[in-house]
T-cell receptor, first 110, second 115 residues
């Protein structure tokens, strides 16, 4: 089976930087996704990592270490609108179905 | 439409009744996924379609749940004899190919409440 762990909740201040971690254990590995979900809305795609390293996309970056079974999502220059749930999802080897973690609820305060 | 469309957005039903939830994926997307999300829980996989066939139904929680997809497009998730534990948001997603080639696009979900 698969095991994906993320913190349940995090708080941060507007303008700051926050790092949301995700650890996983899978049989084989075929990629890792990060999604953002505002309350009552559809999850929206943020990033996809399949190779080790950092992928930067504007204020958001995602990092992957396959040997450690570890990823993080880095959000810079936080804005109030970044308050949302952040979902880590993993594709195990040979699967087409992402398995999602429980998500991290991020609260950004002034 | 431009995105994944789901209906109804909200459904309240009585225990024991059947419900149908509909998903209209993005035109041309061959892969379609159903997940459900309960309060405070992650997305729980239900079923995956590639075209009209469902190579993976492993997530369906019981034989009360079934899904079909016709014409490689619209999909319907049917829950028979609903139970209170079926209450959740049912999310549909589509992608151009299998998810390991690209992102999933989600609909806004159908919120099911079983009284």
């Amino acid at each position: 089976g698969q095991n994906i762990d993320q913190p349940t909740e995090m708080t941060a201040t507007e303008g700051a930087i926050v790092q949301i971690n995700c650890t996983y254990q899978t049989s084989g590995f075929n990629g890792l996704f990060w999604y953002q979900q505002h309350a009552g809305e559809a999850p929206t795609f943020l990033s996809y990592n399949v190779l080790d390293g950092l992928e930067e996309k504007g204020r958001f970056s995602s990092f992957l270490s396959r040997s450690k079974g570890y990823s993080y999502l880095l959000l810079k220059e936080l804005q109030m609108k970044d308050s949302a749930s952040y979902l880590c999802a993993v594709l195990s080897g040979g699967s087409y179905i992402p398995t999602f973690g429980r998500g991290t609820s991020l609260i950004v305060h002034p | 439409g431009a995105g994944v469309s789901q209906s109804p957005s909200n459904k309240v039903t009585e225990k024991g009744k059947d419900v149908e939830l509909r998903c209209d994926p993005i035109s041309g997307h061959t892969a379609l996924y159903w997940y459900r999300q309960s309060l405070g829980q992650g997305l729980e996989f239900l079923i995956y379609f590639q075209g009209n066939s469902a190579p993976d139904k492993s997530g369906l929680p019981s034989d009360r749940f079934s899904a079909e997809r016709t014409g490689g497009s619209v999909s319907t998730l049917t829950i028979q004899r609903t139970q209170q534990e079926d209450s959740a948001v049912y999310l549909c997603a589509s992608s151009q190919g299998a998810s390991n080639t690209g992102e999933l696009f989600f609909g806004e979900g159908s919120r099911l409440t079983v009284l």
